[in-house]
């Protein structure tokens, strides 16, 4: 964490947020998310992913929210682009999230809900007040940074505005309509030169790939919103992706 971010985290500490109670319930959802809180509820882990977690506990334990809200063009993802700074995923688009700090509490309950409201506040400003967590899918594996990733889903209830905290973490903030997310005019394949193939969004002016775009892959196809696309089409990634 940077000099920046410390200091946020203790703006958090003061605010009493990280002492508040964390729960996971499906309340009060509107409609158009009970297709993604039944696929929730299903899922496996292979199903998201052939990277799991290492079998003898390793790894680095963090979370990432995945924010679902409802825009000008209904609904619609969170998500920011990376600094091009940062040591690991650098430049990349992603959920907001990261490592749990010990604060966060126990990595096996509640520790994943608070980092991932935690992360989200430190990175672009979100009040956490504002969001309702209906959902956690299995932890996944992102091998090339060991990070053990719980995929946090909640829904903005209360919208609060955004922006960037730290530019040294993270270069903008933005939302992506869901309709942009299924068009198949904006789905390809991303193929980097190691070989590994996996879907890709062209949206907001920004290639989403990887974990992030694999786990919004799923999702759409777990919850009925896949349509198809062509999946021969591709774009290729370079060695410093």
């Given at each position: 964490m940077t000099r920046a971010g410390e200091e946020t985290y203790e703006a958090y500490e003061r605010s009493g947020r990280t002492r508040d109670e964390v729960a996971v319930t499906t309340e009060g959802m509107p409609e158009w998310l009970a297709p993604v809180v039944g696929a929730v509820g299903t899922v496996r882990p292979h199903q998201l992913s052939r990277f799991l977690p290492p079998a003898d506990g390793g790894g680095r334990q963090s979370a990432v929210l995945v924010l679902f809200g409802e825009?000008?063009?209904g609904p619609e993802?969170?998500?920011m682009e990376r600094a091009g700074t940062l040591r690991s995923h650098a430049g990349q688009p992603s959920f907001p999230g990261g490592a749990l700090d010990p604060e966060d509490g126990d990595p096996a309950t509640t520790g994943p809900l608070r980092a991932a409201l935690r992360e989200a506040w430190e990175e672009t400003g979100l009040d956490p007040s504002g969001v309702q967590i209906f959902g956690v899918l299995p932890k996944l594996y992102i091998p090339v940074s060991g990070f053990v990733v719980t995929p946090v889903l909640g829904w903005w209830r209360t919208p609060s505005p955004v922006f960037v905290v730290d530019p040294a973490e993270t270069a903008r903030v933005f939302t992506v309509p869901v309709a942009d997310l299924t068009d198949p005019a904006n789905r390809a394949t991303a193929v980097h030169p190691s070989g590994h193939a996996g879907p890709a969004f062209l949206v907001e002016s920004a290639l989403v790939w990887g974990f992030?775009?694999?786990?919004?892959d799923r999702l759409l196809h777990f919850a009925g919103w896949e349509r198809?696309?062509?999946?021969?089409?591709?774009v290729p990634l370079d060695w410093r992706a």
């Open positions: 825009g000008a063009r993802l969170l998500l992030t775009a694999g786990v919004i198809p696309w062509d999946r021969s089409r591709e």
